[in-house]
T-cell receptor, first 113, second 113 residues
Framework: DAKTTQPTSMDCAEGRAANLPCNHS???????VYWYRQIHSQGPQYIIH???NNETNEMASLIITEDRKSSTLILPHATLRDTAVYYC??????????????FGSGTRLSIRP | SAVISQKPSRDICQRGTSLTIQCQVD?????MFWYRQQPGQSLTLIAT?????????ESGFVIDKFPISRPNLTFSTLTVSNMSPEDSSIYLC??????????FGPGTRLTVT
């Protein structure tokens, strides 16, 4: 799986959009970008994933650059409950070995009132 | 998405003893994963548990220390054997979803004294 680079920490004002970047310059053509978050004292939570098109769901939007070497997770209206560690993961889909996840250090997002 | 429960949610154990952690899923899944999260760290994969076969352990983890059972498609156990304070961690199980995302249990917080 390709390596990802994320800022160690970020902060954002409540009600504003939180934009979390991820660099994955070595991504290959069959690798997807997945985002998870882990709120303190809870198990990680799946947020969204994408291949090359931008994706949106009820939790967030995922913007992937045209060259696919970086992506941005957008929380459109951040709340205090969005304070968490956010993990960007790049991985292949389609075989059993691809099911396991290798976590990096993630970005610690703090939402300030 | 899958609903996953773990027992116990937390425990305090004495060194040299063993603890068995249970993971229950609300649907049948072929693969289950066990992770460890040491204090202040990211998640580290311990092993992959397939029903009907031996678990596959990641580098640095051995079956004698972390035996795993997988008696059916909705249940698994992880035992932490001969515990030492270095085993104090959160232990989490997870299962894959239809799009190779993963769903995590709430975790078991273990403290070894």
């Amino acid at each position: 799986d390709a390596k990802t680079t994320q800022p160690t920490s970020m902060d954002c004002a409540e009600g504003r959009a939180a934009n979390l970047p991820c660099n994955h310059s070595t991504i290959s053509g069959n690798e997807y970008v997945y985002w998870y978050r882990q709120i303190h004292s809870q198990g990680p939570q799946y947020i969204i994933h994408g291949l090359k098109n931008n994706e949106t769901n009820e939790m967030a939007s995922l913007i992937i650059t045209e060259d696919r070497k970086s992506s941005t997770l957008i929380l459109p209206h951040a709340t205090l409950r969005d304070t968490a560690v956010y993990y960007c993961i790049v991985r292949v889909r389609g075989d059993s070995s691809a099911s396991k996840i290798i976590f990096g250090s993630g970005t610690r997002l703090s939402i300030r009132p | 998405s899958a609903v996953i429960s773990q027992k116990p949610s937390r425990d305090i154990c004495q060194r040299g003893t063993s603890l068995t952690i249970q993971c229950q899923v609300d649907s049948q899944v072929t693969m289950m994963f066990w992770y460890r999260q040491q204090p202040g760290q990211s998640l580290t994969l311990i092993a992959t548990a397939n029903q009907g076969s031996e678990a596959t352990y990641e580098s640095g983890f051995v079956i004698d220390k972390f035996p795993i059972s997988r008696p059916n498609l909705t249940f698994s156990t992880l035992t932490v054997s001969n515990m030492s304070p270095e085993d104090s961690s959160i232990y989490l199980c997870s299962v894959p979803g239809n799009n190779y995302e993963q769903y995590f249990g709430p975790g078991t917080r273990l403290t070894v004294t």
